[in-house]
């Protein structure tokens, strides 16, 4: 059996709420704040999702930012 993306060593699923774990911590944290969104008035509910957004943003900025760093050697390219 095959271990399914979220799931520690031994197969079990990480708990990350409703939504499964992504194996980034600042994606799981900012995507558990939407669980608040249940508690609060509607009117309230646009600065969470801004908040959110801008993490994940956060987030996906570092990440494209480490894969530019990594050299590409793929065809085409010189090797080092």
Do not use: K, N, Y
Not at 5 to 29: K, L
């Amino acid at each position: 059996m095959e271990s399914e993306p979220g799931a520690d060593a031994s197969g079990s699923p990480e708990p990350a709420g409703p939504w499964p774990a992504t194996g980034d911590g600042r994606v799981d944290e900012a995507v558990s704040q939407l669980e608040d969104l249940a508690g609060l008035p509607v009117a309230e509910h646009p600065a969470i999702f801004e908040r959110v957004h801008q993490r994940l943003t956060d987030a996906l900025g570092d990440a494209g930012a480490r894969e530019r760093a990594v050299p590409d050697d793929g065809p085409g390219q010189l090797g080092s």
